[in-house]
């Protein structure tokens, strides 16, 4: 059982910037793919980034390509998404998981997830 916490959510101005972390629980965290999704109400869950086990690999979406870094520490058992130039578009609940498949988009591969993180810009 793998259990991921998110932190580093916030309220920040538009441009501005957060960095999320999402620590897991077990040592084994470089077994899994990793990805954040985000959630915004009356909106479906979406892939935001996905990077593979040793941090190689990574991918995002078309509305964060060029503004958001995801990246990830197997020694500390940590990721991390960067978010710079923040719009107000991005307020959501981000939330990290982890996937014993190759990084991917569908949160039905996603094996564990943590409990969120609001994050909220403002215009």
């Known amino acids: 059982q793998v259990q991921l916490v998110e932190s580093g959510g916030g309220l920040v101005q538009a441009g501005g910037s957060l960095r999320l972390s999402c620590a897991a629980s077990?040592?084994?965290?470089?077994?899994?793919?990793m990805g954040w999704f985000r959630q915004a109400p009356g909106k479906e869950r979406e892939s935001v980034a996905a990077i593979s086990r040793s941090g190689g690999g990574t991918n995002y979406a078309d509305s964060v390509k060029g503004r958001f870094t995801v990246s990830r520490d197997n020694s500390k058992n940590t990721g991390y998404l960067q978010m710079n130039s923040l719009k107000p578009e991005d307020t959501a609940v981000y939330y990290c998981a982890a996937a014993l498949t190759a990084p991917n988009t569908i949160p039905n591969n996603y094996n564990y997830w943590g409990q969120g993180t609001q994050v909220t810009v403002s215009s």
């Open positions: 077990v040592r084994t965290f470089s077994y899994y793919a």
